[in-house]
T-cell receptor
């Protein structure tokens, strides 16, 4: 499984757009990129998943360049409730052990 | 559909005891994985079951074991509990019908070993 690198922490204010970049230089051809959000004492929650180019859902957008060695999670107009830990993972299928790194702790202030 | 459910949500045990945690996956999901989360080690993979067979196993001692039933419900057992086993234990399920599927996590069981 490809290892990922992401910033340990980020700070933002309500209403701003937040972009969290994840590096995955050794991503394999079959790997998908998945982002999870986790609040304290809760299980991680799926945010978005992509393979290449751009994916958008009602919560976030995921930008993946052509070489797929990095990806950027974009959260539009964050609110206080977006304060959480965000994990970037790469893997080829569910059921494979998900390798969680330290994640990025996003703190949103008013 | 109902989400992944885990029982109990909270548990207090003493060293040397054993504990069994239960996980009910989302209806139709055939794969169930277990993770341990601690402040020091983060989220770590324990094992994964598919069609009642353990398919993947993380780097945990044999005191940690699990099983899956024909209805896809899963249990994990920890024997001879140690203080370091205090953690949030998370269960995740997925359909496992094609590649790239995501895993859906339950709320977890908070285990405290005294």
């Amino acid at each position: 499984l490809a290892k990922t690198t992401q910033p340990i922490s980020m700070d933002s204010y309500e209403g701003q757009e937040v972009n969290i970049t994840c590096s995955h230089n050794n991503i394999a051809t079959n790997d998908y990129i998945t982002w999870y959000q986790q609040f304290p004492s809760q299980g991680p929650r799926f945010i978005i998943q992509g393979y290449k180019t751009k994916v958008t859902n009602e919560v976030a957008s995921l930008f993946i360049p052509a070489d797929r060695k990095s990806s950027t999670l974009s959260l539009p107009r964050v609110s206080l409730s977006d304060t959480a830990v965000y994990y970037c993972l790469v893997g080829d299928q569910a059921g494979t052990a998900l390798i969680f790194g330290k994640g990025t702790t996003l703190s949103v202030s008013s | 559909k109902a989400g992944v459910t885990q029982t109990p949500r909270y548990l207090i045990k003493t060293r040397g005891q054993q504990v069994t945690l239960s996980c009910s996956p989302i209806s139709g999901h055939r794969s169930v994985s277990w993770y341990q989360q601690t402040p020091g080690q983060g989220l770590q993979f324990l094992f994964e079951y598919f069609s009642e067979t353990q398919r993947n196993k993380g780097n945990f001692p044999g005191r940690f074991s699990g099983r899956q039933f024909s209805n896809s419900r899963s249990e994990m057992n920890v024997s001879t509990l140690e203080l370091g086993d205090s953690a949030l234990y998370l269960c995740a399920s997925s359909p496992q019908t094609s590649g790239g599927e995501t895993q859906y996590f339950g709320p977890g069981t908070r285990l405290l070993v005294l």
